[in-house]
């Protein structure tokens, strides 16, 4: 297939494997095989990275473990969407210090997001000398590669410069459930919302061959995977690099046409390129799940202009009534951010109006923070951080009361959902999820985790629905 985007060749995934098999068989000499720990922190992305990591360990001969107690090798994968998620990676990586003292062979990696930032970079290579290996996002597919020259020759190796990142498969995955499961079906993005970091750590966007997406997917629903995430930072800008006229809705059409009993979302979708074309699919195939996160960001259109997220207010709420139509009872839920550089209180009111007018089914809500490198972290940013605090509590408040009101309406109904889990409460010994991805807490046998069964909804909290069993589980 003729494409834009680069994909690394056979050959050099080749010989990545070469790498993993040489220091298989060095770890094959050791007493006991060596174990190897990943932290992962940040996006869906990230967990599906991780689990690209741990199969390439894997395929080293480590033992994936979940402690980094101990462990030979260990990984930091790693965000930087906000201020706050950064400094837990240096707090926790600064005390990764005391364990390396007492195991001074043991192996630190810090790769993800915050590895594609310069000044990030820089403050690991001064201050922080028991890292021994960091490596951006585009630069995963290299991690034997890496390794092998950390351990081989123990010098400390920064693989930092930024790229724009090509297409890399065929390496080993290691997936750490059964029954859910992460697919990337694209990398990167291209859209520069102002404030965000995404475009410079994770390169521009490129998308997977349907046909490798499509395979994979058969290969999971052979494997009794029950609930599939297709994930990219912007999923509806699919196939905009391939040829052969792919894009987001017939991908996904095509995927709910592979057999067996299982359902499929995605995360996640940019307003302005979420199209009828889309929704229309949601609605004709029964795999895919009735859900949409559709991040909103603010309800104010001069905001949202600011943000560069190319939407009006009206087109979004356009957008909500044109998937209501086709979907009445789709679960819908966003993003949003409070305090972006130049709001002001009424301009945050809007964005109140806003979800009271929708009602999402659940809100992420987010306080801007300042990335360095977006053109937002240049604006002027007049408000105080009590002004932002306080803007941000009456949000939460409001989507509190939404959705507890939304959970309300479930009490009586039934609702097929997957039994997924162990619950930590004593008095509900499963979790499940609805089609919708609500999540319900019920008590019944642990041998039906895995099993899709219809529910009946008796309770509910702010947070979650409670129910019981209404039939025997198919
Ligand atoms: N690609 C996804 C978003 C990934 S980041 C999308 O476009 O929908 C997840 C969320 O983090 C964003 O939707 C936004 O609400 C929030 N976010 C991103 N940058 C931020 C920043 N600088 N400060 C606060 N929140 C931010
Ligand atoms: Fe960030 Fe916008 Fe891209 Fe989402 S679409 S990752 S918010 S730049
Ligand atoms: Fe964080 Fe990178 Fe995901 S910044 S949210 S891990 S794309």
Same mark, same amino acid.
């Given at each position: ?23 298989? @068989?060095?770890?094959?000499?050791? *007493?006991? *095989? ?102 951006? *996002? ?40 059964r029954l ?44 009794g995977y029950k609930d ?69 960001? @603010? ?119 997957l039994i997924d889990g ?24 642990p041998s039906l985790i895995g099993r899709f ?20 589980p198919?």
């Amino acid at each position: 297939m003729n494409r834009t985007t680069p994909v690394i060749p056979a050959e050099d995934i080749q010989r990545q494997k070469e790498y993993c098999a040489e220091l298989r @068989s060095l770890n094959a000499q050791r *007493p006991a *095989p060596p174990r190897a720990y990943v932290d992962t922190y940040g996006c869906q992305q990230n967990e599906a990275d991780s689990e690209l990591i741990r199969g390439m360990l894997a395929d080293m001969g480590y033992e994936i473990t979940g402690t980094d107690q101990g462990a030979d090798v260990i990984v930091i994968n790693t965000c930087a969407i906000r201020e706050h998620a950064e400094q837990r990676v240096f707090g926790n990586v600064g005390a990764l210090v005391h364990g390396k003292r007492k195991k001074p062979d043991q192996v630190i990696c810090l790769c993800g997001c915050m590895a594609q930032e310069a000044h990030v970079a820089d403050r690991l290579r001064q201050s922080y000398r028991h890292v021994d290996l960091v490596f951006g *996002p585009q630069q995963l597919w290299r991690f034997p590669e890496f390794l092998r020259r950390v351990l081989l020759r123990r010098g400390r190796v920064f693989e930092t410069a930024p790229v724009d990142g090509a297409i890399a498969e065929g390496l080993p995955v290691y997936r750490s459930g059964r029954l859910k499961a992460w697919v990337s079906i694209m990398y990167g993005c291209n859209n520069f919302c102002s404030y965000c970091i995404v475009p410079y750590t994770r390169g521009r966007e490129r998308s997977r061959e349907p046909e490798i997406i499509l395979k994979e997917l058969k290969e999971l629903a052979e494997q009794g995977y029950k609930d599939i995430t297709l994930l990219g930072q912007n999923v509806n800008s699919y196939g905009k690099d391939l040829e052969g006229g792919w894009d987001f809705p017939r991908l996904l059409e095509e995927a709910a046409g592979i057999p067996g009993d299982f359902l499929l979302r995605f995360m996640t979708s940019h307003p302005k390129d979420a199209t009828e074309k889309l929704f229309d699919v949601m609605a004709r195939c029964e795999k895919a799940a009735p859900v949409i996160h559709l991040p909103f960001q @603010s309800g104010n259109t001069r905001v949202l202009t600011a943000m560069n997220r190319r939407y009006t207010r009206e087109q979004y709420l356009e957008k909500v009534a044109a998937l209501r139509a086709r979907i009445p009872d789709v679960v819908l839920t966003s993003d949003v951010i409070v305090g972006f550089p130049g709001e002001t209180t009424p301009e945050f009111e809007d964005t109140l109006s806003l979800i009271e007018a929708v009602r999402f089914d659940a809100l992420f809500t987010f306080i801007y923070s300042p990335r360095k490198g977006t053109p937002a972290a240049e604006m002027d940013d007049p408000m105080s951080k009590e002004e932002k605090s306080a803007n941000f509590d009456r949000l939460v408040a409001a989507q509190n009361r939404i959705s507890l009101e939304k959970h309300q309406a479930y009490i009586g109904t039934v609702q097929r959902c997957l039994i997924d889990g162990l619950g930590e409460d004593p008095r509900h010994g499963l979790t499940a999820r609805t089609a919708g991805g609500r999540l319900v807490h019920l008590d019944g046998d642990p041998s039906l985790i895995g099993r899709f069964a219809d529910i009946r909804i008796t309770d509910c909290s702010t947070w979650a629905l409670f129910g019981e069993l209404d039939a025997e589980p198919s």
